[in-house]
């Protein structure tokens, strides 16, 4: 009989000084309310993860032999986006990829040439897994529609991208039972599109599967009725879905029925769908349903909800769910309570328990460019070529007859039931203005196709001299495009009752428009239901389009390629950046942006009806982000500002629409330290300088100073809903001075312009001239802050140094054992140092404690020898002999000695690879069955290793 082992010694043990391990007892992370004793609070991460889907990998289809729940969340305008997050309990959470680096290069998601994608992007993504591969499917709002993506390695691996061609409102992707592929989607009502068999494009519709309408009266029913996920649990189609009724609160609504696409296959056309309220309790609505193998082999499903916590974000929860005759009941008897508390549905062992804990998606950072490369880094983009442009188009007046000078006023013509009339009463200038007249909606008015005239990437000024003296005091007037993809407002402005006002602005054509059906039109700004300017008559004269030298700025190849430089998978840009002006090369260590380009104020919310112009702050492009957490949030950074030039503006913010910042103004040569506050109301027509300038009593010159270090507390807890921040400096890092009081309120913007909770940002823009850089030395989180007055605490750094100091190497992984080194390295550096924030204390213990509790999950197997052992019988005449064989697998030496019930004997030296044998005679003619054990010695990897295995024979009789 063979046996083949690999024979071990015992473990090198993990101990040494008694209690260095006892004190050492990290806290969770800064998103994690996992309480370290089986519990945790909802919501979960205290950051913005919205538009949760999230799905199981069981044990029996991963390598990890074991559950593996990944999810994935809406990231809009951020770059790279549509983050996967990996979880083993689904408490605890790290983003381990995302879906991509960009959604698209034009210039939406690029801001470039007045484009942008706030508050649009990326919506709503939906994550599958089936057979083997992963799937991703969410809707743009600005961006082609809707895209489906596909990878069959999570983690590491590329994702397909393929266009899907239209848009499909928050999509569910769904395989049925036998495999079809369908998404459903919708607002207000829920259909669905077949795929085909490879998911590359859509086969078949399924309008209105069930609509809100479908449940009128019912007590859940109201607004939104959107963002439904699909399942398949016990033979019935389950849809859950987020509702808003009015007078309450968001909530859940659940339906089934036995037939996937409803009145589409059913008898008669009939809606097979049953509804009900699952959920009404504090805000909790949109999500997944979650599988949970239980204890009994069967399937526990729990859901995971988000909960609007504004400016913090939409919160995800994981909430319990107890179900009878197929219907759940979420939380505590339908309770769940902001900070309630649930027992973890998932176990683990103690290690990776406290590893768990560790796992976040916010993180302090040395910006040491040693994040892992990943495969979104790499994208492959065709650069399309530089448009052409024709010049005779340039310069000149595109629009006829603009200043209704000639009859009859063709080619001018109205719409939306208008009736247009030359006047010759009170024109702006020459003879004539035209009179609009007859309106009753916003667009009713003037207006003419240039089509063919119109050229991409152009930008345009566009103006028109207006007046009306019958209406409200005053209207807002918009010059808007249309080439059949909506209205595109080019420029508005407000023109009050009984004079003649010159609206006016400037417009770049985007990549997309359709310039062969371009239709030019003057419209009030729209309003359900109408209101009062829709029916204004007025004047208008003097309009005019022309194109302005073209200063575009296209695509390039350097724009997109990877850089060399690898951030953390916990930041984000603000809109795709351009990577040929940041860097975490150039100087080691050292985040450096650079100023590409000079902020114009041109830019404007083309998400919303009224265009409102972005801030310079807003337009700025390479700006470096993280998501907020709450309820407590310090950040600290150093600034290296001796690259600075005249005009620009670098710093640290606290930003969503509403923002507050502290930066470095550079203006004559001297350098300029301040606070910016932006709060609203906010004004559609902004003067951008003006809104930047610094608070009154924050600031500070810096002299000579070349370097400066900032903070900025963040509590979204004095009150509740509202974000106020205090901003502090320091020019050595120990010694530090308040800019002023803290400044604020920051709460949700009602228009939902960014529609996302707040983030930190480190920026730099230029005003006047392009090419300065600033350069950024770490980023360091705490959540403590300075207004609580607490003194330094180094304890828990302390522990984690004490708690490494007592470990053996050999018990780990050589990579992990170094990355730990390099932790501790940083977290003695800076004990031994003067400190003088609790941040320059909390992130180098954070780093450690992450990288020791990884080794707890890591301890290396023992130094082993591989051998080979067989034993056996055989006849020498009339008698039996017990034979044995050891085969050296090792690359080394090995001595070997074997004993059996018949004597013993020594192998002496095995050389690798070899093998010997020795035999036993018994003396008599019969043995029983029995075993021979073997017990070997040998060097493996510098370590002495001996053991022994025993090898069994049969019975036997000889003559």
């Known amino acids: 009989m063979t046996v083949g082992a690999l024979l071990c010694a015992g473990l090198v043990s993990t101990g040494g000084v008694a209690n260095a391990a006892d004190e050492w007892s990290p806290r969770s992370s800064y998103t994690s309310t996992d309480s370290g004793a089986g519990t945790y609070t909802v919501p979960l991460l205290r950051s913005d993860v919205p538009d949760i889907s999230v799905e199981r990998v069981p044990a029996a289809e991963n390598k990890e032999n074991r559950d593996v729940y990944y999810m994935v969340s809406t990231t809009m305008h951020l770059s790279p986006g549509a983050p996967i997050m990996k979880s083993y309990d689904l408490v605890n959470w790290e983003i381990v990829n995302y879906v991509f680096g960009r959604a698209d290069i034009g210039d939406s998601f690029s801001l470039r040439n007045g484009q942008n994608s706030y508050g649009q992007g990326q919506w709503a993504s939906s994550l599958r897994y089936h057979d083997g591969r992963y799937y991703v499917v969410f809707n743009t709002n600005n961006l082609g529609g809707a895209y489906l993506y596909s990878t069959d390695d999570i983690e590491n691996g590329a994702w397909r991208r393929t266009p899907l061609g239209r848009g499909l409102h928050d999509p569910s992707l769904f395989f049925d039972v036998d495999g079809t592929p369908y998404i459903f989607y919708g607002s207000g009502g829920t259909s669905a599109v077949r795929l085909n068999a490879d998911l590359t494009a859509i086969e078949q519709d399924y309008p209105n599967i069930f609509t809100a309408g479908d449940y009128a009266g019912r007590p859940f029913i109201g607004g939104l009725f959107e963002g439904a996920q699909f399942y398949h649990i016990d033979g019935y189609y389950y849809a859950v879905i987020i509702t808003w009724p009015p007078g309450q609160g968001r909530q859940v609504v659940m339906l089934r029925s036995k037939e996937l696409l409803g009145r589409h296959t059913s008898e008669g056309g009939v809606n097979t769908y049953e509804a009900r309220g699952v959920l009404n309790s504090n805000g909790f609505a949109q999500g997944s349903l979650v599988p949970i ?264 190849e350097a724009e997109i390629a990877f850089n060399g430089s690898r951030l953390d998978p ?43 112009e972005l801030a310079w702050f807003e337009e700025a492009r390479n700006t470096l982000s993280q998501r907020t957490f709450g309820p407590r949030q310090s950040v600290e950074t150093k600034m290296d500002i001796s690259g600075m030039k005249d005009g620009d503006v670098a710093g640290l913010a606290a930003y969503n ?219 020498v005449g009339k008698k039996v002999m017990v034979t044995v064989e050891v085969t050296n697998n090792e690359a080394v030496h090995v001595k070997a000695s074997a004993e059996s019930a018949y004597g013993s004997a020594p192998f002496g030296a095995v050389p690798p690879g070899k093998t010997k044998s020795r035999s036993f005679p018994a003396g008599v003619a019969s043995v029983p069955a029995g075993q021979v054990t073997v017990t070997a010695s040998g060097t493996v990897d510098g370590e002495p290793v001996s053991a022994s295995l025993d090898a069994k024979y049969d019975a036997r009789t000889c003559g």
């Open 293 to 556: 193998s239980g204890a009994d082999g069967g399937t526990d499903w729990y859901g995971m909800f988000f909960r609007d916590t504004f400016p913090i974000g939409r919160i995800p929860a994981l909430i319990p769910a107890t179900w009878q005759d197929g219907w759940p009941t979420f939380g505590d008897n339908g309770v769940v309570a902001v900070d309630g508390e649930f027992a973890k549905p998932i176990e683990l062992g103690p290690e990776q328990e406290t590893f768990e804990r560790q796992k976040s998606i916010v993180a302090s950072d040395d910006f040491a460019n040693d994040a892992p490369h990943k495969a979104y880094m790499d994208e492959e983009w065709t650069i399309p070529d530089p448009p052409k442009y024709d010049d005779s188009l340039i310069g000149v007046e595109l629009l006829q007859n603009p200043g209704f000078e000639s009859t009859p006023v063709a080619p001018w013509a109205a719409q939306y039931g208008a009736t247009l009339t030359r006047d010759t009463t009170d024109p702006a200038s020459g003879s004539a203005a035209l009179k609009v007249s007859g309106r009753t909606l916003n667009g009713s008015g003037p207006n003419q196709f240039l089509n063919g005239k119109m050229q991409r990437g152009v930008t345009y000024t566009v103006s028109a001299k207006i007046k009306y003296t019958s209406g409200p005091d005053s209207v807002r007037f918009n010059l808007a495009a249309d080439w059949g993809s909506g209205v595109q407002v080019m420029s508005s402005g407000n023109v009050p009752r009984g004079q003649w006002t010159t609206v006016s602005g400037q417009y770049t054509v985007p990549a997309t428009a359709n310039v062969d059906n371009f239709k030019f039109a003057v419209e009030t700004p729209w309003a359900n239901p109408q209101p009062p300017s829709s029916s204004v008559e007025y004047l208008i004269d003097d309009v005019s389009i022309v194109g302005q030298p073209v200063t575009a700025e296209s695509p390039a």
């Open 570 to 612: 916990v930041w984000e840009w603000n809109h795709a950046p351009d990577n040929r002006h940041w860097s975490l090369t150039d100087r080691d260590g050292w985040l450096r942006l650079t100023t590409g380009r000079v902020v114009t104020g041109k830019y404007v919310y083309t998400k919303l009806s009224n265009r409102p």
């Open 657 to 875: 629409r509403g923002f507050s910042y502290v930066a470095v103004k550079r203006a004559g040569g001297q350098n300029t330290l301040g606070v910016v506050n932006r709060v609203q109301p906010f004004s559609v027509d902004l003067d951008q300088a003006t809104l930047e300038n610094f608070v009154p009593g924050t600031t500070v010159s810096l002299g000579d100073a070349t370097q400066v270090h900032v903070k900025a507390d963040l509590d979204f807890a004095s009150p509740t809903g509202q974000l106020w921040t205090t901003f502090y400096y320091s020019l050595d890092g120990l010694e530090w001075t308040r800019l002023g009081d803290r400044v604020g309120p920051q709460t949700l913007d009602g228009t939902l312009a960014h529609f996302m909770g707040h983030r930190v940002g480190l920026f730099n823009y230029a005003t006047r001239q392009k090419g300065g850089h600033v350069d950024f030395d770490h980023y360091l989180l705490s959540d403590t802050l300075t207004a609580q007055n607490r003194p330094l605490d180094t304890s828990a750094l302390d522990a984690a140094i004490a708690y490494a100091d007592s470990l053996d190497g050999r018990a780990y992984p050589k990579d992990a054992w170094a990355e730990m080194r390099t932790a501790l390295a940083d977290a003695r550096t800076a004990r031994a140092g003067e400190l003088g924030t609790q941040n320059q204390i909390d992130a180098p213990e954070r780093a450690l404690s992450y990288q020791l509790a990884r080794l707890g999950t890591l301890k290396a197997a023992a130094p082993s020898l591989n051998l080979s052992v067989t034993a056996g019988t055989r006849c």
